[in-house]
Structures are given as C-alpha cells and as structure tokens.
Antibody
Framework: QVQIQQWGAGRLKPSETLSLTCAVF????????WGWVRQPPEKGLEWIGE???????NYNPSLKSRVTMSVDTSKNQFSLKVTSVTAADTAVYYC????????????????WGKGTTVTVSS | QSALTQPPSVSGSPGQSVIISCTGT?????????VSWYQQHPDKAPKLMIY???KRPSGVPDRFSGSKSGNTASLTISGLQAEDEADYYC??????????FGGGTKVTVL
C-alpha cells in the first residue's frame, strides 16, 4: 500500500522561501505525477502543481513565477519550493499521487500525505 | 483559470439524498471526462470518492455516485449518514496540463 510522508519548515518570515519534501513508500514511484495542493485556513483547496520522475512539471499559472518542483528518483522523493512568501501563503500543504491520464480517464489524486502546516508571519 | 463553482453548503436528514453541483466551462468540466470528487473531514487530508466523473475507488460506499451534464458535474450522496458530514470538493482537468478545484461544499447531516 502506497504511503506518503511529508515534512518541511512550518514557520517562515515574509520574503523567505518555503521548502517541503514528500517521500513515497510501498509502491511504484515511476509512472505517476506527484502533486502539491494547499489549503489556507478556513478556505478551499488550491492546486499548486505537479512533477513526474522525468522532471516534467505542470504549474498553476497563478503561482508559476514563484514555484519550483524537483524530484529525487533515487530516494522516491519530490519537493516543493515557493519563493518570496507572504502571509497569503499560510496554509496546510498536501502532497499527493496524481494518477496518469490514459484510456479515457485520469487526472485524479488517489494517495495523499497528511499535510504540513506552514505559517508565514513576521 | 478560475475555481469551479460549488454551492457553499447543502444539508439533509439521515437517509435522504443530497446532490452537490460543480459548474465549470467547456474548457474544464465540459471539455473532459476528468472530474473527480474528494471528501475532507476537519483537520484531515482529502479522500478520493469519485474519479473519471462516475467511477468509485475500492472501499467507497455505493451511496456515492457521480455524473456530468454539459459544464456541470454532480456528486450524489444517497442514504445520507452521519459520517458523510464533511466538506466536498470537485476537481477537473482544465486543459494545457493544468488542474482546478471547486470552491468546496459543506454537507450537514441534520
């Protein structure tokens, strides 16, 4: 059974860089995209973007200028960086496995990490 | 890329059915059969409930069903139970390898 563990700094000051990592256990790392989703306090989910083991990336256009994703296939890990954070980046950040598109279906997230709370405050 | 439109809340008594709508455009919901639905209980990670518009993952009760007509997808919960009280989000492919969530709907079991 695939499991995802995530970690990273939980408290940042404005203008700093957010950095989070997820590790995948118990299943295949290849053949999937690995995505990031965030949820500000008392608000809905926002798709941030995704990366596959070949380092192909897809980003939310509204965040693209500040987001970088990377992958380490030797460790089955993938990471998120968001630069120049502000209070608006305060959220719970989730990583998840995105099922590949094909055979008429796909583009859904079927395995999720537990979430990491990131607070941006001076 | 705008969030898909969901009603903020719906409610029903135990045993009743509720329907949650998710309205987009021909560029997202209406253009592809790539709509999925997630259930989220407080302080928990989202859980996949429906994928590819109407398919249920293993372990999800058949009380949950999905459909789509034009630019609007729907999640139906039949035989509402207390544990179904949660937030629900739709999610769709939006073209150009981007994805978008709905604003979320709070389901209350009266």
């Amino acid at each position: 059974q695939v499991q995802i563990q995530q970690w990273g700094a939980g408290r940042l000051k404005p203008s700093e860089t957010l950095s989070l990592t997820c590790a995948v256990f118990g299943g295949s790392f290849s053949g999937y995209f690995w995505g990031w989703v965030r949820q500000p306090p008392e608000k809905g989910l926002e798709w941030i973007g995704e990366i596959n083991p070949s380092e192909a990336t897809n980003y939310n256009p509204s965040l693209k200028s500040r987001v970088t994703m990377s992958v380490d296939t030797s460790k089955n890990q993938f990471s998120l960086k968001v630069t120049s954070v502000t209070a608006a980046d305060t959220a719970v950040y989730y990583c998840a496995r995105r099922f590949p598109a094909g055979n008429g279906g796909g583009y859904y997230m079927d395995v999720w990490g537990k979430g990491t709370t990131v607070t941006v405050s001076s | 890329q705008s969030a898909l439109t969901q009603p903020p809340s719906v409610s029903g008594s135990p045993g009743q059915s509720v329907i949650i709508s998710c309205t987009g455009t021909s560029s997202d919901v209406g253009g592809y059969d790539y709509v999925s639905w997630y259930q989220q209980h407080p302080d928990k990670a989202p859980k996949l409930m429906i994928y590819d518009v109407s398919k249920r993952p293993s372990g999800v009760p058949d009380r949950f069903s999905g459909s789509k007509s034009g630019n609007t997808a729907s999640l139906t919960i039949s035989g509402l139970q207390a544990e179904d009280e949660a937030d629900y989000y739709c999610f769709s492919y939006a073209g150009s390898y981007t994805l978008v969530f709905g604003g979320g709907t709070k389901v209350t079991v009266l």
